[in-house]
DNA sequence: CTCAGCGGGAGGTCCCCTCAC
DNA sequence: GTGAGGGGACCTCCCGCTGAG
C-alpha cells in the first residue's frame, strides 16, 4: 500500500500522452462519505468492470429512483443493442449474413430487428423505453386527478352525502394542509384512475408493445405510488373500503426528481463528449484529476474551481461561435478508483 | 430560434441553484464533426432519453467496439437489473412480496435473483459479463497463438515439409515483415486454437453460465478475429484449405482500444460522482458550461483550460489528504444538447 | 396478509437443417 | 457466399389459480 501523489491525465484533441498507468494503485478506503443505496457496499466487495458499472447504475436509476419496471429497463437495453446491430447492418452494406456473424445473431432475427428498427424509424415514434424519468403511468397521474377531481374549500372532500358530518370531518382532519386541493378518492375511483392513466398511456404504443392493464401491474403501479409518498392511505376510512388521498402534484420517488433527471442528463452528454474523445476528433478535452486535498480546504477548493470555470468560459465566449460544451464532476474518490 | 448566449450551470455540494430551465432552447446544428459510426444521425432523428441514450452509447461501445456478443450485452443488463432488484430487497427488509410489488417482478422470480445473486456474493466471483474491453476469446487468441506456435525466422513459416520451396516461398512473400513471428496455421489449427481458448475461458465460469462452443459461435469468433484485422487470411493457399496468419500482437477492433477503455472508465466514474451529487453528499461539484467559442481560438482555450485545472489540482494536492477526483470532457456541442 | 406451490402462453435466445439465387 | 425458410430446445417475462400458515 503506498501514498498516491498527484496523478493528472488530460488529453485535448490529437495530443496523445501517455496511458499506460491510468488505472493508479489502489488506496485506503477512506470511505466516509457515500452510500447511494446499498449497493455501492455489494459492488465495493465484486469485481465489476467498468462497463458493467454503468449498467448498475443506470438499472438503479430508471428502477430505483425513476419508477420504471423490471422488465421496462430490459427491453430498453434490447432496444439499444437492436440499434447497435442495425446500424452495423447498415455499415456492412446492408448484408444479413455479416452482420449476423459479427454479433452472433441469427440471420432470422436480425431480419426482424431490422424490421423493428424500420418500423420505429418511419414512424419517427419514440423508440424511448425510459422515457425522462419515471414512467408515464406514474408521474401522470397527479396532475389527472388535479384535473378529474378538484376540490374546492367548503364543498365535501370526500364526495359521499350519505356519511354523517362527523365522518366527513374526522376523515379531512387527516388530510394536511399542503396537500393538494383534490377530492379523496375510495379505491375504486384510484384504481379507475391507473386505469384510465394507463389506458391513455397505451395509445402512444404500437399495438405489438402494448401491455394489458394486468391486476399485477395495477397492484405495482398502486404500491409505487403509495410507496413514494405520492398518494398517501387515509387511516380511519369511513367506508367499507380504502379511501386515498393525493400528497404530492407530482410524482416524486425520494424527493431527488430533479437531481436524478440532471445526472442522466450530465451522464449522457459526458458519454457523447468522450465518444468524440475516443474517435479522436479534433478540439476535445479530457481531464481526470486524482488527488488528495486538506478536508479543510475542500470546499474552498471547490469553489475555486467553480470561479475558474465560470471565468474561463466567459473569457471564451462569443455569441454566434462554435458550439462547445464542458462537463464536470469533482467529489470524494472511492476506495477502487483512480 | 433564437441566440443562446452562455449557460453556466455549477452546483456544489448542498448549495442548490436554480434548475428549472436546466435544458437551454435547441440550435442550429453547425454539425461538422462526428460521427462515431453511423448512428448518431439515426438518433438524431428520433425522439431519445437520457438513459436510453446512455444505454445505446454503451451498447455500442460493448457490441461494436469492444465485440462482445449481442446476448452478452443483454446478460449484462439483466444482471444489472438484478442487482437493483436485489438491493431493493435488502432496503425493503428481505420482504419478496414488496421487493416484487416495487418493481413489478413475480415473487417467484424474485427468490430465484435473490438465490442467484447470493450465490454470487458468497463465491465472490466475477459477475462480470462484459469484461474489461473485449470478450477473453477474442483478446486471448494473439497470445495464445504466439505461446503455442512462435516463428524462429529461418525455419518453415508454414510446417508443411509436403510443399515445394517455391510454394513455401510464395505463401511467405504475402506475410507482411511487420506481423509478430509465429507461424501460419491452416483452418483446422485456426478453428482448434479458438476451441482451446473457449474452453480455457469456461473455466471461470460457474456450470450454468458456460456456452457450448457451437459451429455459429465458433464462426462468430472467426469472423470477428478476420474483420478486425487480428487475423489474416493467405490469399493463395498452397492446401486444399485455407490459411491463416496472426497479424497483430493484441486484438483491436479498430485501433481505438485504449481509448475506448479509457472512455468507459471514466463514464462509470463521472457517474458515480454524479450519484454523489444527486444525494446531495458535501463536498461535490457539478457543472456545466454551455458557450460558443471563436474556432479559431478553441484549441487556445482547451489549452488554457487544461493548465487551469492542472494548477489548481496540484494548489490544493496534499499528500495523505482526503482522496478526491476530477472529470471533465469539454467538446463539440451537438444541436439537441445543452 | 404473506408465503408457497403449479398451471399456462408468448416471445426471445440459442442450436441445427435444407433449398434457391 | 447470400437470402429465405423450416425445425426444436430452453429460458424468462407475463398472466392466472390454489392452498397452508
New binding site residues.
Given amino acids: 500500500m503506498f501514498q498516491v501523489p498527484k496523478l493528472s491525465f488530460h488529453d485535448q484533441g490529437q495530443v496523445q500522452r501517455d496511458f499506460n498507468s491510468v488505472t493508479p494503485p489502489a488506496e485506503p478506503p477512506t470511505n466516509n462519505a457515500p452510500n447511494t443505496g446499498g449497493f455501492d457496499d455489494i459492488l465495493a466487495h465484486l469485481e465489476v468492470s467498468s462497463a458493467d458499472r454503468v449498467l448498475i447504475y443506470l438499472a438503479v436509476s430508471a428502477m430505483k429512483l425513476g419508477g420504471h419496471?423490471?422488465?421496462?429497463f430490459?427491453?430498453a437495453a434490447?432496444t439499444a443493442?437492436?440499434l447497435a446491430v442495425y446500424t452495423s447492418y447498415l455499415e456492412q452494406g446492408?448484408?444479413?449474413?455479416?452482420?449476423?456473424?459479427l454479433h452472433?445473431?441469427?440471420?432470422?432475427?436480425v431480419?426482424?430487428?431490422i424490421k423493428?428498427v424500420e418500423a420505429v424509424l418511419v414512424d419517427r415514434r419514440a423508440l424511448t423505453t425510459l422515457s425522462d424519468q419515471e414512467p408515464y403511468y406514474l408521474s401522470g397521474l397527479p396532475y389527472l386527478w388535479q384535473s378529474l377531481y378538484p376540490w374546492e374549500p367548503g364543498t365535501l372532500r370526500l364526495q359521499r352525502p350519505e356519511l354523517t358530518p362527523s365522518e366527513h370531518q374526522r376523515v379531512e382532519a387527516e388530510v394536511p394542509l399542503h396537500y393538494p386541493p383534490t377530492r379523496l378518492l375510495d379505491l375504486l375511483e384510484f384504481l379507475d384512475l391507473i386505469k384510465l392513466l394507463h389506458s391513455k398511456s397505451q395509445d402512444d404504443f404500437p399495438p405489438?408493445r402494448r401491455?394489458?392493464?394486468?391486476?399485477?401491474?395495477?397492484e405495482?403501479i398502486k404500491f409505487r405510488l403509495l410507496h413514494s409518498g405520492t398518494v398517501v392511505q387515509i387511516e380511519a376510512s369511513p367506508l367499507s373500503i380504502p379511501v386515498f388521498a393525493l400528497a404530492r402534484t407530482h410524482y416524486a420517488p425520494k424527493g431527488e426528481r430533479e437531481r436524478v433527471f440532471t445526472m442522466i442528463d450530465d451522464v449522457a452528454r459526458f458519454f457523447k463528449l468522450m465518444q468524440d474523445w475516443a474517435a479522436e476528433q479534433p478540439g476535445v478535452l479530457r481531464a481526470l484529476e486524482v488527488f488528495d486535498v486538506d478536508i479543510d480546504r475542500r470546499s474552498e477548493a471547490l469553489e475555486e474551481l467553480d470561479q475558474l470555470l465560470r471565468a474561463w468560459a466567459d473569457k471564451y465566449h462569443q455569441d454566434g461561435g462554435y458550439p462547445m460544451l464542458m462537463q464536470l464532476a469533482a467529489g470524494t474518490r472511492e476506495a477502487r478508483e483512480g
Same sequence: chains 1, 2.
Fill in positions: 419496471r423490471y422488465g421496462a430490459l427491453e434490447t443493442a437492436k446492408k448484408n444479413v449474413r455479416k452482420t449476423s456473424f452472433h445473431v441469427e440471420p432470422k432475427r431480419r426482424a430487428i423493428e405489438t401491455m394489458v392493464l394486468s391486476d399485477a401491474l395495477t405495482h
